[in-house]
């Protein structure tokens, strides 16, 4: 990309990549989370739009700022909950819970705002928030929000209990279940946690933003998330996956969808590329369990031939 276009891997050009992709590394580190327990998030796109839309009309409704990121925030454990819980105690799979909460999420975005986008609540604090204003050259406060929630990610999953558990459940819930490992609470969690990232993601888009349009705002983030984690290494059948991976797949995302717009390509390939990408590294994983499964074989020892039997003389 460098030796193409020049100009586009300047400081400057990276500085709006990075601060760009912030918003995908948020809910790819959610998405990685609940892809290692064994499940998967698809509402966290809309996730993202009910926050970022709460987010700028609770502050034109006069609310103070920290409330409203409270509210926001609670907004998004609730989401992550009810997924949880529809997926655990009930009993619907992963991908149809989380598809109808997708839906339904952006259904009651578009009845509550009646496709009318939220305007005029950006302030200058919130600017700074959101990443739109700089606190040092070449820094802002969502790379730094970013970076703490990749530590803690980090953290989470490779020094905790509950980051065992979480290996555990998407490895073998069964296996994880007759150790005593609650799989159950453990899922909750996880899904509560993608929910919250989710939510602490639009919070960040809305301060970025000048305007947050119900129908498009963050609409196809869910995919970008997955890909983001599956191509930094989660596998989409559970048991693995990496914080920093994510990271550096959304940014890899952001990077090509950048280039393909300082290429004046039709934005519309952006989207077949991601699901180009989605499909290569499930084929890549699925070639890698095969080729471990076939090495992992081994042959049926060989009976030694029959000896005969001898015995010895009776005395009469």
């Keep these: 990309m460098g030796v193409a276009s020049p100009g586009f891997t ?43 839309a709460l987010s700028g009309q609770l502050l034109l409704d006069g609310v103070p700022m920290a409330l409203v990121f409270v509210i ?20 619907i799979p992963d991908f149809i819970a989380t598809l109808a909460m997708l839906t339904a999420l952006r259904g009651v975005l578009l009845i509550w705002t009646q496709g009318n986008p939220v305007l005029g609540y950006v302030t200058h604090a919130y600017g700074v928030i959101g990443g739109s204003t700089k606190i040092a050259p070449y820094l802002t406060v969502p790379m730094l929000l970013t970076l703490a929630v990749a530590i803690a990610g980090s953290v989470l999953l490779r020094y905790t209990v ?19 490992v609650r799989a159950k609470r453990v899922k909750i969690a996880c899904y509560v946690i993608s929910g919250v990232l989710a939510a602490l993601s639009g919070i960040l888009l809305a301060g970025y933003l000048s305007q947050v349009s119900p129908g498009t705002t963050a609409s196809g983030y869910e995919l970008m998330a ?29 990077v090509i969808t950048n280039l393909l717009s300082w290429w004046n390509v039709n934005p519309n390939w952006s989207d077949v590329l ?7 590294a499930a084929l ?16 049926r020892p060989r009976l030694a031939d029959p000896q005969p039997v001898t015995r010895a003389p009776q005395s009469v």
């Excluded at 760009?20 to 609940?34: D, N, R």
């Excluded at 509950?162 to 007759?178: P, Q, S, T």
């Design 10 to 52: 300047s400081l400057n050009g990276w500085y709006f990549m990075v601060n760009e992709s912030v918003f995908i590394i948020l809910i790819a580190v959610g998405m990685t989370v609940v892809l290692i327990v064994g499940g998967i998030d698809l509402s966290v796109g809309s996730g993202m739009a009910v926050a970022a």
């Design 72 to 91: 926001v925030l609670l907004v998004g454990v609730a989401v992550g909950l009810v997924n949880g819980l529809l997926i655990t105690y009930v009993g």
């Design 162 to 180: 509950l980051g065992r558990h979480i290996h555990a459940v998407g490895g073998d819930g069964d296996a994880a279940v007759l150790m005593g």
């Design 226 to 254: 997955v890909a983001a984690a599956v191509l930094g290494g989660a596998s989409l059948s559970g048991g693995r996956g990496s914080v920093f991976g994510a990271c550096l797949g959304a940014i890899a995302l952001t």
């Design 274 to 280: 991601v699901g180009v990408l989605i499909l290569l």
């Design 284 to 299: 890549l994983q699925r070639a890698g369990v095969i080729v471990a499964t076939r090495g992992g074989q081994t042959k």
